[in-house]
């Protein structure tokens, strides 16, 4: 868990997450980002708007378009940026229309492929253990994932 005293950001990233330096394609990554492992040329890049059948993570650190690795949540909890709503407990997937962000994953029609993790909740805002109710993420929230499609 990550104690802090300063606002939440996308990218921050707490004990049980597997951070990995990957190799990464020549274009800027932001912190806080979903990024996808890209098949052809076996480096990560920013996930593109709808893609599926990646290798999913989270950039831990910004990286320039000159750099050619970046730090990454490959496993566990870690912020990331809400494109819209998301249940409490919901798994979410790569946003449709804004690329490195999440959004609900759609049960009925969603491709499995394209999980990025489960929405946890607000960061530091406790859990339901603690007697705090879970509410839905809006758009433009920082919110906590479990990477992974188990969740």
């Known amino acids: ?5 300063r606002a939440a950001e996308a990218g921050d990233f707490f004990q049980d997450a597997e951070i990995n330096q990957v190799q990464k394609s020549a274009v800027a990554i932001a912190k806080g980002d979903v990024i996808g492992l890209v098949i052809a040329t076996d480096d990560f890049a920013t ?4 893609v599926t ?4 993570a989270v950039a831990v650190e910004a990286a320039a378009a000159a750099d050619t690795k970046v730090r990454a949540a490959v496993a ?8 819209g709503a998301i249940g409490p407990g919901n798994r979410v997937a790569v946003s449709g229309s804004t690329a490195g962000q999440v959004v609900e994953f759609t ?6 492929n394209s999980i990025v993790g489960t929405y946890i909740g607000h960061p530091l805002s ?3 253990r603690d007697g705090v109710t879970q ?3 809006a758009d433009g929230e920082i919110i ?8």
């Not at 049960?107 to 499995?112: I, K, N, T």
């Open 1 to 5: 868990m990550v104690l802090s005293n």
């Open 47 to 50: 996930a593109a708007t709808g």
């Open 144 to 151: 906590t994932i479990k990477l992974g499609i188990g969740g």
């Open 107 to 112: 049960e009925a029609s969603g491709l499995f």
């Open 126 to 128: 406790g859990n339901e």
């Open 76 to 83: 566990g909890h870690v912020n990331v940026t809400a494109d």
């Open 135 to 137: 509410t839905a993420a």
């Open 53 to 56: 059948a990646r290798r999913f």
